[in-house]
């Protein structure tokens, strides 16, 4: 990962989800420095359930903003995972 000069400039995207990652992408392909932003703890691959559901529930299921009723997301998302 490059570490970007305090000097220089450069983008920064809140989020590295679908969007982000992409956006992300696309503009240090192009030669524009950016810098993602995410929400939680630095984890490192090893921290990481090599499993679909277990991954479901590191990421998504155990996540408050997601579960907690105040986000319009948890009122779609979970009906539909949970059919």
Same mark, same amino acid.
């Given at each position: 990962?490059? !570490?970007?000069?305090?000097?220089? !400039?450069?983008? *920064?995207?809140?989020?590295?989800?679908?969007?982000?990652?992409?956006?992300?992408?696309?503009?240090?392909?192009?030669?524009? &420095? @950016? *810098? @993602?932003?995410?929400?939680?703890?630095?984890?490192? &691959?090893?921290?990481?359930?090599?499993?679909? $559901?277990?991954?479901?529930?590191?990421?998504? $299921?155990?996540? !408050?903003?997601?579960?907690?009723?105040? $986000?319009? *997301?948890?009122?779609?998302?979970?009906?539909?995972?949970?059919?």
């Amino acid at each position: 990962m490059k !570490k970007i000069d305090k000097k220089e !400039k450069a983008i *920064v995207i809140i989020g590295s989800g679908a969007g982000g990652g992409t956006m992300a992408y696309e503009l240090t392909k192009a030669g524009i &420095p @950016c *810098v @993602c932003l995410e929400a939680g703890p630095y984890l490192k &691959p090893e921290d990481y359930t090599n499993d679909e $559901w277990g991954a479901f529930g590191q990421m998504a $299921w155990l996540d !408050k903003r997601t579960t907690s009723g105040t $986000w319009r *997301v948890s009122k779609i998302f979970l009906d539909f995972q949970l059919g």
